[in-house]
């Protein structure tokens, strides 16, 4: 069996990255509630 995470940083920057946040309503609600929480790093 292989592990199931298998690293790849273009993929999380895509998937998570702030550009993609940003493109949607919810993304743009996490960013938001992370500021609001006042989290140092806001995506990945």
Known sequence: MSQTYQ?????RR???GFLKRNRRRG??????????KGR???TV
């Open 7 to 11: 690293p790849r940083k273009r993929k």
């Open 27 to 36: 993304g743009q609600r996490v960013l938001k509630a992370r500021r609001r």
């Open 40 to 42: 140092h790093k806001l």
């Open 14 to 16: 895509r998937v998570h």
